[in-house]
């Protein structure tokens, strides 16, 4: 079959602040168990960021050049000898897998196993804005966290991405939230269903709030360490932002030495964490097509909405990137392909 090359954004190489160039690369290989997806729009998130800063390159061994971007919606084109879960003209959302990002473009193969329908009462940059924040917050409060009905849980950074998820993931379960965000945000983060809204600005999260049984940290070493007196014991205090800790390193397969710096980096965190009797662990959201299945049944039921920022045109990607690096967003922002 004849490989046409597509408009993509991507680095030569990495370097912190660089722009991503506009280039054309060939269409990705289709492997058995792969779909082809026409990219729509494409969510744009601070991980994009930091691998063109080369901050994951001891744990994400890329090829270059490389096209970055870590969410789409679209619908399928073509699909694999051993796809059974898609057709062509499926439309559907997806993260496609650390391994095999590269959304900033006009086609990408993902695995099956990565890809869910989109959901019906969305937008394909809504659904774009979706699935790597929304996997995120279910691996902490679903897998991980084990959130009950009745629990406490803070979630930090409430108007972010993530954060925006969150809350109302948690709400859905029967969780007490609260969450921190500027005076700005207030009104956002309280129509999102949160019960305690700490504005960061006048109030410290940690002398309001006690007694919690999860805590949900997006932010700094500051943040993750006063997090402990918010917290009772038996506590989770679970981590996107790092430091990352030793069982993380073996799952992600990391070299012994790796494992090491880990352990050293996160020992501070670990130790002071376990003198409280609270568990503290790291996690790196994965792709998975099934718990983004139970997603788009939450959007479409109208559990959970997107909250979108901004939506920049496909030329402006590089402008997109920019506004997340503020650190400002109020939610999503996204990137229209087609
Ligand atoms: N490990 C993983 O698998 C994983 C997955 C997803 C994200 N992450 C990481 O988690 C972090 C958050 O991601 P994101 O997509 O949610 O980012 P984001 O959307 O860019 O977050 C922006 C939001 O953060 C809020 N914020 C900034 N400083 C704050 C503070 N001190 N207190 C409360 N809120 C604050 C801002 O609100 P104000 O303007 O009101 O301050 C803004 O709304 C990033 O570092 C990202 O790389 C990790």
Redesign the pocket.
Known sequence: MKVSPMKSFLIDRYKKGGALRLGEMSEPKLRENDVMVEIHAAGV???DS?IRDGEFKLILRYRLPLILGSDLAGVVTRVGSKVTRFSPGDEVYAHPGQDRIGTFAEFIAIDQANVALKPKNLTMEEAASIP??A??AW?VLVERANLQKGQKVLI?????????IAIQLAKHLGAYVA???????VALVKSLGADVVVD?KNDD?EKVLQGYDVVLN???KD?LEKSLGVLKPGGKLI????PPDPDFAKENGSGWLLQQVMRLLSSGIRRKSKRRGINYS?????ANGRQLGKITSLIEAGDIRPVM?RVFPFEKTNEALAY??????????VVTVK
Request: proline share 2%; no cysteine.
């Open positions: 998130n601070p991980v930091k790597l924040v996997l995120t691996q930090h950074a409430g108007s972010g991405g993530v954060g925006t969450t921190t965000t500027s005076t700005a945000n960061y999260f997006s932010l700094g943040t981590s996107i932002s790092g790291f996690l790196f959201m994965t920022d997340v690096e503020t650190g400002r967003a109020k939610g999503k922002v």
